[in-house]
């Protein structure tokens, strides 16, 4: 069974953000650009080329976090949030 992971969990989940950790739900969208472009920049072949899905899955964020006009992860709402999380393995293991 895979680990579940809750809308506030999510939201308050600890996730590198340039220089310091910080809530999943405070990340802006700039900080999400950030983690997009840094996280392609590793991608490459090998044990490396997952990282390309998740980079692909926070420029996702980015676009959605832009086309509603969200200052932060949170201003999505939970749910979008949360999928969003799940996306991006927020509160698993990869990040």
């Given at each position: ?38 996280l392609?920049?590793?991608t ?9 899905s ?35 393995w ?6």
């Open positions: 069974m895979g680990l579940v992971v809750s809308d506030l969990d999510a939201l308050s989940t600890p996730v590198y953000a340039a220089e310091s950790y910080k809530p999943f739900g405070e990340f802006t969208l700039e900080d999400v650009r950030l983690k997009a472009s840094e392609a920049a590793a490459g072949w090998g044990p490396t080329a997952r990282v390309g998740v980079a692909r899955g926070w420029s996702t964020l980015g676009s959605a976090m832009a086309a509603a006009g969200a200052a932060t992860v949170a201003d999505l709402g939970p749910e979008a949030a949360q999928e969003h999380a799940r996306q991006l927020v509160g698993r293991s990869l990040l």
